[in-house]
């Protein structure tokens, strides 16, 4: 079982990456082909919210993959203060406690954002190409599920003997 989900997240670890260059590309191209239109008076009107929504998606991509290798925004004052008093031994415990705090509240903003995105459906508008803002937003239960199951596999990691903390590697 551990495997399976050892390689779920080299997956995600890999398509993560990959989008998340192909969206930076596509938002530097697309921005700098709308800038050069303008000088011949040439305006498309879908780029804006499109390159607006790829730097929404190019967030959450980050924050997946930081998220993967450890160097997510955390203060560390736990850690800090348990290192000063030689307690690290209980390091291991506190990395599971909050990998599994966080996992459970991804979950809850998972649900949350999925009521968000149903709202949007619902009465939402075309932004561009006919794409409902409700699609658009979509990005965000999807984002936080993807985070979610990360954090979900360092809890589960965290059990493994030759598990190493992910800012360590």
Do not use: C, Q
Not at 41 to 46: C, E, N, Q, R, T
Not at 57 to 74: C, E, K, M
Not at 84 to 92: A, F, G, R, T
Not at 105 to 110: D, N, R, S
Request: without cysteine.
């Amino acid at each position: 079982m551990k495997g399976i989900l050892k390689a779920i997240d080299e997956i995600i670890e890999k398509l993560s990456s990959y989008v998340l260059i192909f969206s930076v590309f596509s938002m530097l191209l697309i921005s700098v082909l709308s800038i050069i239109l303008r000088w011949f008076s040439i305006s498309i009107h879908w780029t804006e919210p499109f390159v607006r929504h790829l730097v929404f998606l190019a967030t959450f991509l980050g924050g997946v993959l930081a998220t993967g290798r450890g160097t997510h925004i955390g203060i560390d004052i736990v850690g800090k203060y348990l290192e000063s008093k030689n307690l690290e031994h209980y390091s291991l415990w506190i990395t599971r406690i909050i990998a599994l705090a966080s996992f459970l509240t991804l979950v809850w903003l998972t649900v949350s954002a999925k009521a968000f995105m149903d709202v949007e459906l619902k009465y939402g508008k075309p932004v561009f190409w006919g794409i409902s803002s409700g699609f658009l937003v979509g990005i965000i239960p999807f984002g936080f599920s993807i985070i979610a199951y990360r954090f979900f596999y360092i809890f589960v990691d965290s059990f493994s003997a030759n598990f190493r903390s992910r800012g360590e590697a």
